[in-house]
């Protein structure tokens, strides 16, 4: 017997949920990761795939990394895991040592 089928609430925006299956996919890469990458992994036509990745990248979500190189998670993504104080927490995504953090400054950790 196969897997049982999941339900979906209605009222979920697809585009959404498709631009976090991007940010799910760039961020298992671990490192830069290519559109066509990101696509095949995702299972989504190029286009598509692209215009995700240029929305995620405006909004600094992901970064671009070279000419060709791909995508890697941009800094934006720590602060989805701030306080509603707007103190800096560790980013639980990487622990404050992942690629992303490159050009970031250093998270403070929970007390």
Do not use: W
């Not at 598509?48 to 990745?53: E, G, I, K, P």
């Not at 800096?88 to 490159?102: F, I, T, Y």
């Not at 050009?103 to 950790?109: M, N, V, Y």
């Amino acid at each position: 017997m196969g897997a049982p089928a999941r339900f979906e609430p209605s009222g979920l925006i697809g585009s959404a949920q498709r631009a976090l299956r991007v940010l799910e996919v760039v961020a298992a890469a671990g490192e830069a990761i290519t559109a066509k990458a990101v696509a095949r992994r995702a299972g989504y036509k190029l286009g598509t795939t692209y215009h995700l990745l240029n929305t995620l990248t405006y909004e600094g979500y992901l970064v671009r990394v070279g000419h060709g190189q791909g995508f890697r998670l941009g800094d934006k993504i720590c602060a989805l895991t701030g306080s509603p104080t707007g103190a800096p927490l560790r980013c639980h995504a990487c622990g404050g040592a992942g690629p992303h953090h490159v050009d970031a400054a250093p998270h403070r950790q929970r007390s």
